[in-house]
Nanobody, 117 residues
Framework: QVQLVESGGGLVQPGGSLRLSCVAS????????MGWYRQAPGQQRVFVAT???????NYADSVKGRFTISRDNAKNTMYLQMNSLKPEDTAVYYC???????????WGQGTQVTVSS
């Protein structure tokens, strides 16, 4: 079973930036569309962005133009560059396969992003 480890979260002021990383333990990662998700307190986990194995991307409307998803298949790693952060971006961020895939891995521990002045 592939394990996913997210990192890079933290406390940042509104307008600031963070770069999240997701490292997968298995090489099958390279073949799969992957995604970032987030879960705010008291809310369900929701899709943020996805990327195919070839690099095609898709974003939730709430982050379009501010977030950039990328991946390095040689390192089994996916990234989320988050710019112009807003308080409503505060959540625990997770990675997993993209929505609708037949394969989904166990969720990792996530990484906390807090946007506050």
């Amino acid at each position: 079973q592939v394990q996913l480890v997210e990192s890079g979260g933290g406390l940042v002021q509104p307008g600031g930036s963070l770069r999240l990383s997701c490292v997968a333990s298995g090489s099958i990662f390279r073949l799969l569309p992957m995604g970032w998700y987030r879960q705010a307190p008291g809310q369900q986990r929701v899709f943020v962005a996805t990327i195919t194995s070839g690099g095609d991307t898709n974003y939730a409307d709430s982050v379009k133009g501010r977030f950039t998803i990328s991946r390095d298949n040689a390192k089994n790693t996916m990234y989320l560059q988050m710019n112009s952060l807003k308080p409503e971006d505060t959540a625990v961020y997770y990675c997993n396969t993209a929505p609708g895939q037949s394969i989904a891995f166990n969720w990792g521990q996530g990484t906390q992003v807090t946007v506050s002045s």
